[in-house]
């Protein structure tokens, strides 16, 4: 999982119907991306990433805008596949709303192109890579015990990724009060 040091915002909806799993294969990989953070989701599937470094008030706020004109929605993991570099994921089904989150967050945020606009985005948990022994039999193979899994999309999460730094700055419910985000300490954000 390479990531620069620095760190970086990135807007999520947490899958924690998934999380013992991708806790321990992050733990496998870089042990300094584990979050202390309680109410940091290592499970997830990418809205909108890389985010804005230091997001204002009304940014917050337009996030929360955006979180509540969109219902919370049940979705379901269950098929393991594999990008053409090597990273391992689950699509969730159905993907639309997840695409249509991403739509709507990329054009309030032209600035931040999904993936920085060096691929399509495309809906998906990441669960590994394949490298070091690891491959798609082995990996349908230990997901066996969570899958299928039944999962609701119930917040859109505003996360700071960096070594040794990673946590929730803000989070809006789906279908909930615009300015739920408002308030979140993003002051520390650099």
Request: net charge negative; glycine share 6%.
């Amino acid at each position: 999982m390479s990531r620069s040091s620095a760190g970086h915002s990135v807007l999520v909806v947490p899958v924690p119907e998934l999380e013992t799993y991708v806790l321990e294969r992050t733990r496998h990989y870089d042990d300094s991306f584990v979050s202390a953070d309680p109410a940091f989701v290592h499970a997830h599937i990418t809205l909108l990433a890389p985010f804005l470094s230091s997001p204002t008030t009304d940014d917050l706020e337009h996030i929360g805008k955006i979180a509540a004109a969109a219902a919370a929605f049940d979705f379901r993991l269950d098929e393991v596949r594999v990008f053409a570099g090597g990273t391992i994921y689950l699509p969730p089904d159905p993907a639309e709303p997840f695409a249509a989150l991403t739509a709507e967050l990329s054009a309030a945020f032209p600035q931040c192109p999904p993936y920085a606009g060096l691929f399509e985005p495309v809906p998906h948990l990441t669960v590994d890579h394949i490298a070091g022994g690891v491959d798609l039999a082995s990996t349908r193979s230990t997901l066996t015990p969570y899958l299928p899994a039944q999962c609701r999309a119930d917040r859109v999460s505003l996360q700071w990724y960096a070594n040794h730094g990673c946590r929730t700055i803000a989070e809006w419910s789906l279908g909930g009060s615009p300015g739920q985000g408002e308030g979140a300490e993003i002051a520390c954000i650099t």
